[in-house]
């Protein structure tokens, strides 16, 4: 069985800093990317940033235009991604998704197979 474990979500001040860890387990997911979404209340859920995976340290990454520059994911090996997020807003907070879908490179939630359960993320200003 596939599941999805996401952690390290919580409460922060703006400015802060906060690491998601996401860990899959049930398959190998050499061939797929990794990624996260975020839904925050009363607003769809949306694309944060996702990665395939490469090897060791070679992999291709994107993100939304909106945590450019903040967030980092990272893939610590098939079957784990990180996101490092710093500078932290208040429109940060939001429930964040991890989720894999096979080699496609997409943003669109819709290519994603599987998903975590989700992490809360509290942002104060």
């Known amino acids: 069985q596939v599941q999805l474990q996401e952690s390290g979500g919580g409460f922060v001040q703006a400015g802060g800093s906060l690491r998601l860890s996401c860990a899959a387990s049930?398959?190998?997911?050499?061939?797929?990317?990794m990624g996260w979404f975020r839904q925050a209340p009363g607003k769809e859920r949306e694309f944060v940033a996702r990665?395939?995976?490469?090897?060791?340290?070679?992999?291709?990454a994107d993100y939304a235009d909106s945590v450019k520059g903040r967030f980092t994911i990272s893939r610590d090996n098939a079957n784990t991604v990180s996101l490092q997020m710093v500078s932290l807003k208040p429109e940060d907070t939001a429930v964040y998704y991890c989720?894999?879908?096979?080699?496609?490179?997409?943003?669109?939630?819709?290519?994603?197979?599987?998903w975590g359960q989700g992490t809360q993320v509290t942002v104060s200003s």
């Open positions: 990665t395939d995976w490469g090897g060791s340290n070679s992999y291709y």
């Open positions: 049930g398959r190998t997911f050499s061939s797929y990317d």
């Open positions: 989720a894999a879908a096979r080699g496609v490179r997409s943003k669109s939630e819709a290519s994603y197979e599987y």
